[in-house]
T-cell receptor, first 113, second 113 residues
């Protein structure tokens, strides 16, 4: 079945360093890849997304890359700040999937001041 | 203005009881979802409705019954609650196209004792 694997499960970085989270998806028909940030006690919120006709997208300190051939996509956060500490989820969706989004297992990011 | 609101935020109940969680969105979206997040933060889709019609029904026990009285509401009714039902339940909604983000509610933490 459809599957999204996410690594690492936990990531601890020093403030100002970069953080990278990697995901792999199994269904080659997937063509929409959102990333969500979940803070304690809140619902997931979209931080960036990428569609399959694009290889890279950047929004200030956040960037996402997509390699459709390898079925990999990654989230890059530069100049991390303590408020970046949260759980991050990658996800994948396909046009014929009936709006079904498959989530990765999440990465708990700790940014130490 | 709250985009996706669900009530209650916390729900503590005894085994065997029947309970409901309500969800409303004011975004004008056509599609609404229920997700379950377990203690390890894993997010799994349960149901999806598009224009009041059920389009996704994952392998969820039939004790769980979603009800969509109109496009803006998707309620979740749970019969004969079990200890294993304890989790955080998220309602979400998304627009017409498959490649649009999902907006999540704040979650309902259900504890069955």
């Amino acid at each position: 079945g459809e599957n999204v694997e996410q690594h690492p499960s936990t990531l601890s970085v020093q403030e100002g360093d970069s953080a990278v989270i990697k995901c792999t998806y199994s269904d080659s028909a997937s063509n929409y890849f959102p990333w969500y940030k979940q803070e304690l006690g809140k619902g997931p919120q979209l931080i960036i997304d990428i569609r399959s006709n694009v290889g890279e997208k950047k929004d200030q300190r956040i960037a996402v890359t997509l390699n459709k051939t390898a079925k990999h996509f990654s989230l890059h956060i530069t100049e991390t700040q303590p408020e970046d500490s949260a759980v991050y989820f990658c996800a994948a969706r396909k046009e014929t999937g009936g709006f079904k989004t498959i989530f990765g297992a999440g990465t708990r990011l700790f940014v130490k001041a | 203005d709250t985009a996706v609101s669900q009530t209650p935020k916390y729900l503590v109940t005894q085994m065997g009881n029947d309970k409901s969680i309500k969800c409303e969105q004011n975004l004008g979206h056509d599609t609404m979802y229920w997700y379950k997040q377990d203690s390890k933060k894993f997010l799994k889709i349960m149901f999806s409705y598009n224009n009041k019609e059920l389009i996704i029904n994952e392998t969820v026990p039939n004790r769980f019954s979603p009800k969509s009285p109109d496009k803006a509401h998707l309620n979740l009714h749970i019969n004969s609650l079990e200890l294993g039902d304890s989790a955080v339940y998220f309602c979400a909604s998304s627009g017409r196209d498959f490649n649009t983000e999902a907006f999540f509610g704040q979650g309902t933490r259900l504890t069955v004792v």
